[in-house]
Nanobody, 121 residues
Framework: QVQLVESGGGLVQAGGSLRLSCTVS????????MGWYRQAPGKQRELVAD???????IYADSVKGRFTISRDNAKNMVFLQMNSLNSEDTGVYYC???????????????WGQGTQVTVSS
């Protein structure tokens, strides 16, 4: 079993900041890439940011320069620092981790339950 638990969502005014955290626990040999996705009402889930085990990052164009993804490999955690938030950032934010449970595993994607971020204008 692998569990992902997100925290840090909430209500914030436009221009404000939030920091999301996600902790991965359970039967883990190694975590490959970790990422944050979001889903706005009536829209498909989309990639926000992704970080490899070596620290390489990619961002959606809409968040470049405002959001920063980071991870703590020792604690199996990933973070998303969100600055200069606007109403288009509103949505449910999901953490995803590509987890190898055993030495010979290639990896499997696991998802958290999501945390709501609401930006008021």
């Amino acid at each position: 079993q692998v569990q992902l638990v997100e925290s840090g969502g909430g209500l914030v005014q436009a221009g404000g900041s939030l920091r999301l955290s996600c902790t991965v626990s359970g039967s883990i040999f190694r975590i490959n890439a970790m990422g944050w996705y979001r889903q706005a009402p009536g829209k498909q889930r989309e990639l926000v940011a992704d970080i490899t085990s070596g620290g390489g990052t990619i961002y959606a164009d809409s968040v470049k320069g405002r959001f920063t993804i980071s991870r703590d490999n020792a604690k199996n955690m990933v973070f998303l620092q969100m600055n200069s938030l606007n109403s288009e950032d509103t949505g449910v934010y999901y953490c995803k981790a590509d987890v190898r449970r055993r030495v010979l595993d290639l990896g499997h994607d696991y998802w958290g339950q999501g945390t709501q971020v609401t930006v008021s204008s």
